[in-house]
């Protein structure tokens, strides 16, 4: 997950924009602010930490939301190391606290209803869970589910595992070639 510190044209589009595009392809837009972490790097946190209570929830929330599939989930592109890097070096203090508290929630939820942690959940029940914290944040401009989902979306699509093998990025791509079947570039066409 290390980003680019190269400039845009040294090798056609910079890490930024390939963020932007994907985030449109997505239809996912990212805090501002953050995007200008990705240029800067995940430095070695400097601030708070999550408890281990917390990352285990932060962990199984993040593969609900991008899940392994024939595509790598959060987990295995290193979503909540992310994530934990993010709150540590780069959240405001008022989205520590919205991604705290909304992680307090989540877990006094996943008591009450089933007297467990979010973490020790079903897929079904974690499912069911944070479906309702997104319908009860619905029409709000910012609650903890947007601030989650926008961070684990942000975590997967810079990840450099997502970039190679399921984007598909090519730094260098070559020179141009107009009109070649996509047979030749092998069947994808946001490569050529």
């Known amino acids: 997950m290390t980003p680019s510190s190269a400039s845009p044209g040294a090798q056609g589009i910079n890490r ?14 990212f805090a501002p ?8 790097g995940v430095a070695a946190a400097q601030g708070p930490a999550l408890s281990a209570g ?24 290193g979503v909540p ?9 780069f959240m405001s203090d008022a989205e520590r606290q919205m991604l ?5 929630r989540l877990d006094a939820a ?26 009860a944040e619905e ?12 961070a684990t979306i942000l975590g997967y699509f810079t990840s450099e595992q997502v970039g190679k093998n399921v984007l598909h990025y090519d730094p260098n791509p070559g020179r141009y070639d107009a009109c070649v079947p996509l047979s030749e570039v092998g069947n994808r066409n946001w490569t050529t």
Do not use: C, K, M
């Open 16 to 29: 930024r924009e390939a963020i932007r595009r994907a985030a449109l392809l997505a239809g996912v837009a």
């Open 110 to 135: 996943s008591r009450s209803a089933h007297g467990t942690t979010f973490a020790a959940l079903t897929v079904a029940q974690q499912n069911a869970l944070l479906r309702g914290i997104a319908v």
């Open 139 to 150: 029409g709000q401009p910012q609650g903890f589910f947007r601030l989650f989902r926008s």
């Open 33 to 40: 602010a953050w995007l200008s972490l990705v240029d800067r």
């Open 54 to 77: 917390q990352l285990a929830d932060v962990r199984a929330a993040a593969e609900r939301i991008l899940p392994r599939t024939d595509t790598p989930g959060a987990i295995d592109v």
């Open 81 to 89: 190391a992310f994530i934990s890097a993010l709150y540590s070096g």
């Open 100 to 104: 705290t508290s909304g992680l307090s």
